[in-house]
């Protein structure tokens, strides 16, 4: 039998095309915003911190949340995880 390896879908900005100093906004408020601050990890400038985007969305909701699910592009309504669905089809 041979096993098929499948490549981990993106998780990293970079994997998702997004570049260093891109405005992410908080789904559940867009008045709050984020910038990146590191395309090869999940990291954002909030409040004058560099924070993991999971930290940032959980402090943000009060309870731990999967930042991808909770932030968008500027110019796009639907959140980072529903990009990475859209890339990775077999990714749920």
Do not use: C, H, W
């Not at 098929?4 to 993106?10: A, M, V």
């Not at 998702?16 to 908080?26: A, M, S, Y």
């Not at 999967?66 to 890339?87: A, D």
């Amino acid at each position: 039998m041979k096993i098929i390896k499948r490549k981990s879908p993106p998780s990293t900005f970079q994997q998702l095309g997004i570049k260093k100093g891109t405005t992410l906004v908080f789904i559940p408020d867009p008045n709050i915003t984020v910038r990146t601050t590191n395309e090869k990890k999940a990291l954002v400038s909030y409040q004058g911190k560099e924070m993991l985007l999971p930290v940032v969305a959980s402090e943000l909701a009060g309870y731990y949340v999967n930042g991808l699910t909770q932030f968008r592009l500027e110019n796009n309504q639907e959140s980072l995880m529903v990009m990475i669905q859209k890339l990775d089809p077999l990714f749920k």
